[in-house]
């Protein structure tokens, strides 16, 4: 199977800057995306293609690529952004198109 | 203005057969580079790609789950079917359908549904 690693947790203050990485052996030749979700809620796409943020989507989200892991940064964390976010991406084979990580709960402290 | 809705049954019974809905609108699954997809989240989880399924009656389903999904679509109702056979409790969890965009040649969930929550039990 393949996999995509996230750490289960990232705490941080308001303000500061949070940063969720997601590792994968096929993130050098696979975009990846990000979800958000809050409780109770359906996940809500925050960037695509390892950078792009979609509209509607605050600046303060952004993603970078490098190597086998990506990273999601949240700039000026605010209370809101407390949420799970969950990265996705694909194998190189194709014979896992899509996965999902295991979600990585932030938590403004 | 997308938008996706999942119906089905609450509840199910072991070895039962799921059957979902996923009625959408503002798009048109007979639109090239258009895809829906189904992918389920237990209870405190994380999310679990099912299937997908393309305007070009592509269908894709996760590797694990092969063997007891079938996914249809329906383009004059504007509906996807998702069948799951042999239901089991570790199945409990909430399922939802998303609307699938083309960028290029990569595709990405950008409309999602509210979820529906399966209960496996007898």
């Known amino acids: 199977s393949y996999e995509l690693t996230q750490p289960p947790s990232v705490s941080v203050s308001p303000g500061q800057t949070a940063r969720i990485t997601c590792s994968g052996d096929a993130l050098p030749k696979q975009y990846a995306y990000w979800y958000q979700q809050k409780p109770g809620q359906a996940p809500v796409l925050v960037i695509y293609?390892?950078?792009e943020r979609p509209s509607g989507i605050p600046e303060r989200f952004s993603g970078s690529s490098s190597g086998t892991t990506v990273t999601l940064t949240i700039s000026g964390v605010q209370a809101e952004d407390e949420a799970d976010y969950y990265c996705q991406s694909a194998d190189s084979s194709g014979t896992y198109p899509l996965v999902f990580g295991g979600g990585t709960k932030l938590t403004v402290l | 203005q997308i938008t996706l809705k999942e119906s089905g049954p609450t509840l199910v019974k072991p070895t039962q057969t799921l059957t979902l809905t996923c009625t959408f609108s503002g798009f048109s699954l007979s639109t090239s580079g258009v895809g829906v997809g189904w992918i389920r989240q237990p209870p405190g989880k994380a999310l679990e790609w099912l299937a997908l399924?393309?305007?070009?009656?592509?269908?894709r389903y996760s590797p694990s789950l092969k063997s007891r999904l079938t996914i249809t679509k329906d383009t004059s109702k504007n509906q996807v079917v998702l069948t799951m056979t042999n239901m089991d409790p570790v199945d409990t969890a909430t399922y939802y359908c998303a609307h699938r965009r083309r960028s290029g040649s990569y595709y990405y969930f950008d409309y999602w549904g509210q979820g529906t929550l399966v209960t496996v039990s007898s």
């Open positions: 399924i393309y305007w070009d009656d592509d269908k």
């Open positions: 293609k390892d950078s």
